[in-house]
Nanobody
Framework: QRQLVESGGGSVQAGGSLRLSCVVSGFGDNEVCMGWFRQAPGKGREGVATLDSDGETTYADSVEDRFTISQDNTKVTYYLEMNNLKPEDTATYYC???????????????????WGQGTQVTVSS
């Protein structure tokens, strides 16, 4: 059974940093692709960053140069490092995964089959 478990959310002041983690299981040796998405109250879910099965990363314009998506050497834990956080980054953040996906980007959320439960990030001004 494929599972994703997120952690690392919290409350910070503007300009602060947080690191979100997503631990995946059940994917075996398959090449996993990962995406981070977020949903603010009253808004639709939007893509933040993706890491495809080739290791290529893509970011939404709103987080470029502030957020970094990465994976550990075992490809079990994925991270979203968030720096210089802004109040508009406040949202529930979700990790999502699938297998064997290439040339994907933050607009491709429909391509991700497996989703975590979400973790809240709140940035105060």
């Amino acid at each position: 059974q494929r599972q994703l478990v997120e952690s690392g959310g919290g409350s910070v002041q503007a300009g602060g940093s947080l690191r979100l983690s997503c631990v995946v299981s059940g994917f075996g040796d398959n090449e996993v692709c990962m995406g981070w998405f977020r949903q603010a109250p009253g808004k639709g879910r939007e893509g933040v960053a993706t890491l495809d099965s080739d290791g290529e990363t893509t970011y939404a314009d709103s987080v470029e140069d502030r957020f970094t998506i990465s994976q550990d050497n075992t490809k079990v834990t994925y991270y979203l490092e968030m720096n210089n956080l802004k109040p508009e980054d406040t949202a529930t953040y979700y990790c999502a995964a699938d297998e064997g996906c290439f040339n994907i980007g933050p607009d491709d959320q429909d391509n991700f089959e497996y989703w975590g439960q979400g973790t809240q990030v709140t940035v105060s001004s």
